[in-house]
């Protein structure tokens, strides 16, 4: 069993930026693909960005270029660095566990999910 716990998350002004942590319980975080994804007012929860163990990456479109996924495997957490944020970017951010360590960009292929963390971008 995996926790996930998001913090990080507020309000800030376009353009701005934001880091957002995910810290994982267990001994086994560094065989984990991890994964963010976002959930905006009445639409369905959309892949953000995805990390293998090593620390390869995988970027949704809308994002790539202003985002940028890190994980740390001696803490046991995995970071999203927000730049350049867009109202466009205000959703509830979601930390994901996939077991084994393929990157995924489908909700489907998680096993464990954070209860998520709030980001507001006003214009």
């Known amino acids: 069993q995996v926790q996930l716990v998001e913090s990080g998350g507020g309000l800030v002004q376009a353009g701005g930026s934001l880091r957002l942590s995910c810290a994982a319980s267990?001994?086994?975080?560094?065989?984990?693909?991890m994964g963010w994804f976002r959930q905006a007012p009445g639409k369905e929860r959309e892949f953000v960005a995805t990390?293998?163990?090593?620390?390869?990456?995988t970027y949704a479109d809308p994002v790539k270029g202003r985002f940028t996924i890190s994980r740390d495997n001696a803490k046991n957490t995995v970071f999203l660095q927000m730049n350049n944020v867009k109202p466009e970017d205000t959703a509830v951010y979601y930390c994901?566990?996939?077991?084994?360590?393929?990157?995924?960009?489908?909700?489907?292929?998680?096993?464990?999910w954070g209860q998520g963390t709030q980001v507001t971008v006003s214009s």
């Open positions: 990390i293998n163990w090593s620390g390869g990456s």
């Open positions: 994901a566990a996939r077991i084994g360590s393929s990157r995924a960009t489908r909700v489907e292929s998680y096993d464990y």
């Open positions: 267990g001994r086994t975080f560094s065989s984990y693909a």
